[in-house]
């Protein structure tokens, strides 16, 4: 198979991201040959002509028979049915489905026994450079003296809070912490909840409009305060990092990558 060759379905096509995915894979000279939604396939198709000539489908199993790589950006619902499926069809699954609960991860993980996973909360190439540079800066920025916040800010339709990305710059200050984000996660503070304990990371996720990701974490001492940023303007940029990761992950080996793999970062 040669990469133009491609052929690609994607679970929620439907939705904000599926759209962008379709246009993406598209201008990358990929084939879109389907995808699934969670409405009726025959309303959709000539409804919008970005979706004329695409099968649209309920169930993913329905989509394997002529794809090389799914892309996945749907609800966390489905992960695990998603994990199943593909695992067993031996299809490479690209899952950018955020929100995920411990025991979808595990199945994710289990997936990746026996595909190619790359698995990303956030696909963009500057958000990839954030995650590594939040582990350096919380390796460096001690808990004890340094204060680690996270605040997100996303558009109104938005499900899950704090974010998939947020979450993950959490993990990445915490792994450079040598702990993990679970050991020292503080939920949403309200109320009497008491002064903050040193070491722990906070979080604060803000709902607007049509805000299409925005992250900010912040490191706060007694004498200092460094911040790092990030802002998606458009949603393309995960779309495009998505098909990215496609091309890359069907000529791997099963196992569970990350964007930072696929941009030879690690
Ligand atoms: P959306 O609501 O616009 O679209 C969701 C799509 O999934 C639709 O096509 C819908 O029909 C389908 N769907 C939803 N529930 C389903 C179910 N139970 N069974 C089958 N299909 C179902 O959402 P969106 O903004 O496109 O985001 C989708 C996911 O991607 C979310 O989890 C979001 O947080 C995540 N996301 C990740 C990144 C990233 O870079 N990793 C970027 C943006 C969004």
Redesign the pocket.
Known sequence: MTPHSLRIGIA???????QGLVCSAREAGFIVTGG????SGTKITGADPLMNNLRLVRNLSDLLADVDVIID??????VVSHAETLAEAGVPWVL????LTADDQRAVNAAADHIAVVQ????SAGVTLVLRLAREMGAVLSGDRYDAEIVEMHHRQ?V?APS?TALAIGEAVAEGRGTSLAAVRVPAREGQCGVRQAGTIGFAALRGGQIVGEHKLIFTSATEQIELGHRAFD?RV?ADGAVQAAKWVVFQAPGLYSMENVLGLA
Request: with cysteine; glycine share 20%.
């Open positions: 929620g096509i439907t939705g904000r991201m599926g699934t939604c969670r409405q950006f749907t609800n966390v619902s489905t950018g489905t955020t929100g990303a909360a956030n696909f938005k899950d998939g949603r995960f």
